[in-house]
Each structure stands twice: as C-alpha cells, then as structure tokens.
C-alpha cells in the first residue's frame, strides 16, 4: 500500500505565496504519476495539474495556471505544489494522490492522502 501525508497548509493572506508537500511511502515513488487536487467548501473536488516520474507536467487548472506549480524530489519522494498570488478563492482542502506511472494521464487516481487545509484572507 501506499501512503500519502501532505502539509504545509494554514492561513495567509490574499496576494502571498505558499508551498504543500506531499510526501510518499510504502511504494516506488520516482515511478508513479502524481497528482493535486483540491475541495473548497460546498464545491467539487477540482484537479489542478499532475507530473509524471520524469517531472512532465499536464496542463494546469485554468483556475491556477500561471500561479500555481507542480514538482517532485524523486530522492525525498516528494511532490510540491507552489502556489502564487493567493486569493480567498483559492481557499479549500488540498489533496496530493498518486498512481502507477503506467497509467494515463487521464486515468483515475488509486491512492490519496488526508488533506491540508488552506486558507486565504482577503
């Protein structure tokens, strides 16, 4: 099984900057494609972008692109995401996921983590 503990969540300010952390266990990391999403309240679950083991990147969330980043540190089994130019609609629960690297890039995600939550003040 795989385990995901993402953190580096918390409360800042509209126009500031922050990076969450994913790190992995229990699996091959620098072989699995990697994906955030996020969950703000009362809405759906939204997928901002993923990366596979060679750090290639799908497109981003129209809601992020330009903003946000997404990278990984296949030593530290760990894949980021930057995230730039915070406004209070980016606030929600942030969730990294991981699957086969096999897999598509549109194929479902099989393994998730708990979530941090962010939180941007205007």
């Known amino acids: 099984q795989v385990q995901l503990v993402e953190s580096g969540g918390g409360l800042v300010q509209a126009g500031e900057s922050l990076r969450l952390s994913c790190a992995a266990s229990g699996g091959t990391f620098s072989t699995y494609i990697m994906g955030w999403f996020r969950q703000a309240p009362g809405k759906e679950r939204e997928f901002l972008g993923g990366?596979?083991?060679?750090?290639?990147?799908?497109p981003y969330a129209d809601s992020v692109k330009g903003r946000f980043t997404i990278s990984r540190d296949n030593v530290k089994n760990t894949v980021y995401i930057q995230m730039n130019s915070l406004t209070p609609e980016d606030t929600a629960v942030y969730y990294c996921?991981?699957?086969?690297?096999?897999?598509?890039?549109?194929?479902?995600?099989?393994?998730w983590g708990q979530g941090t939550q962010v939180t941007v003040s205007s």
């Open positions: 990366i596979n083991r060679n750090g290639a990147n799908t």
């Open positions: 996921a991981a699957k086969p690297g096999w897999k598509s890039w549109v194929s479902e995600y099989d393994y």
